[in-house]
């Protein structure tokens, strides 16, 4: 079963930031939290990962809450290409478990004009 | 896309018939898996590969089979297909360095009749 707990779907106006919630309660010291996404029918593209501290890359922000318990992604100017499920996924480190992620449901992002 | 491609891309066959997939990624990557997305669902790990002869189980093995006899190609194959598994498979590598981050083909819908 996934470790996370994600928003079935959300909204979000063009232009405007998307912050997407993840819940992982049991996540354990060694694992890291992982956001991809999956545009209609494509394979799912990797957007950004972190283990405790937050992190920003060309795509998105990723904001991990002190106890790790919880996270979001934020795309800060959101467009219509960024429509999309979004996964948030719990990892083991690599060396534990060669990298396998096991996915949940997802948000459906729906970003409007 | 990270060099990886997969055929074929659309497939129809029928109950009881062999059925080989092919992934094909161009830059020696040692780690290769492959998933199936069934509709409203997350991605499920069918086998993964850390190197060339060297496969292991994910979470739903069960009808499948994997081989590597070379570091570009990984396969899988269903012995004798069953409508159950009709679903959309992706095939995905592992690039990176200590943490690497997955890169998935375009996918393979495959339809059992």
């Known amino acids: 079963d996934a470790k996370t707990t994600q928003p079935p779907s959300m909204d979000c106006a063009e232009g405007r930031a998307a912050n997407l919630p993840c819940n992982h309660s049991t996540i354990s010291g060694n694992e890291y939290v992982y956001w991809y996404r999956q545009i209609h029918s494509q394979g799912p593209q990797y957007i950004i990962h972190?283990?405790?501290n937050n992190e920003t890359n060309e795509m998105a922000s990723l904001i991990i809450t002190e106890d790790r318990k919880s996270s979001t992604l934020i795309l800060p100017h959101a467009t219509l290409r960024d429509t999309a499920v979004y996964y948030c996924i719990v990892r083991a480190a690599f060396y534990n478990q060669g990298g396998k992620l096991i996915f949940g449901q997802g948000t459906e992002l729906s970003v409007k004009p | 896309d990270a060099g990886i491609t997969q055929s074929p891309r659309h497939k129809v066959t029928e109950t009881g018939t062999p059925v080989t997939l092919r992934c094909h990624q161009t830059e020696n990557h040692r780690y290769m898996y492959w998933y199936r997305q069934d509709p409203g669902h997350g991605l499920r790990l069918i086998h993964y590969?850390?190197?060339?002869?060297?496969?292991d189980k994910g979470e739903v093995s069960d009808g499948y089979s994997v081989s590597r006899s070379k570091t570009e190609d990984f396969l899988l194959t269903l012995e004798s297909a069953t409508s159950s598994q009709t679903s959309v498979y992706f095939c995905a590598i592992s690039v990176g360095d200590s943490e690497p981050e997955q890169f998935f083909g375009p996918g393979t819908r495959l339809t059992v009749l």
């Open positions: 972190g283990l405790k």
């Open positions: 590969s850390y190197g060339v002869k060297d496969t």
